[in-house]
């Protein structure tokens, strides 16, 4: 089945540093990817949708400057938290939608491991 | 109103037992639903596509009601490893990106 890559699984950076992370598709071309965060005990947000090749789409009340999405190919989306702050503290999961022969035509979302990352 | 709204749980059941939960969706387009599974501090994982005919996969199934816009998930037999929260996607367009999750019901099975 379709497989999607995060990276790194875990982060703990200081206040007002920047943290990249990284999801690709193993096995698919994903030309959209999407970004969820998760606090504890509570559902996925999505964050924005990253598209390859053109900017990416942000949720109402996503601070694009603060949360900066490249999709420079068909298999890598980046995640960018600048200026991290200790709010910033989360779980970030990508997914992306596979509609190839690996999920049957099934239009699924596969989601990569997630990020934990701590601000300190 | 939400999108996607789910049971609130949590729901506590003994081994064995069987065990519904509920999702509504408000948008009567939607067109593509499924059930996920996500573990503590995990990703979301598949566990089924749910399809207008209604699906088995070994102790689970899932139905679909168009007109009543909503879906369920069946667990028979529960194990303690069904433990999780399942939440409800529901997908507004074959065409476009617009999955959207409910808030996802708890279970835990006690032994």
């Known amino acids: 089945g379709a497989v999607v890559s995060q990276h790194p699984s875990r982060v703990i950076c200081k206040s007002g540093t920047s943290v990249k992370i990284e999801c690709r598709s193993l096995d698919f071309q994903a030309t959209t990817m999407f970004w969820y965060r998760q606090f504890p005990k509570k559902s996925l947000m999505l964050m924005a949708t990253s598209n390859e090749g053109s900017k990416a789409t942000y949720e109402q009340g996503v601070e694009k400057d603060k949360f900066l999405i490249n999709h420079a190919s068909l298999t890598l989306s980046t995640l960018t938290v600048t200026s991290a702050h200790p709010e910033d503290s989360s779980f970030y999961i990508c997914?992306?939608?596979?509609?190839?022969?690996?999920?049957?035509?099934?239009?699924?979302?596969?989601f990569g491991a997630g990020s934990r990352l701590t601000v300190l | 109103r939400k999108e996607v709204e789910q049971d609130p749980g949590p729901f506590n059941v003994p081994e064995g037992a069987t065990v519904a939960f509920n999702c509504t969706y408000s948008?009567?387009?939607?067109?593509?639903f499924f059930w996920y599974r996500q573990d503590c501090r995990k990703e979301p994982k598949l566990l089924m596509s749910v399809y207008s005919s209604g699906n088995e996969d070994g102790r689970f199934t899932a139905q679909l009601n168009r007109a009543s816009q909503y879906i369920s998930l069946l667990i028979r037999d529960s194990k303690l490893s069904d433990s999780a929260t399942y939440l409800c996607v529901v997908n507004f367009s074959n065409y476009g990106q617009n999955f959207v999750f409910g808030p996802g019901t708890r279970l835990s099975v006690l032994p």
């Open positions: 948008n009567s387009a939607s067109q593509s």
């Open positions: 997914s992306a939608r596979d509609q190839g022969l690996s999920s049957g035509g099934a239009n699924v979302l596969t």
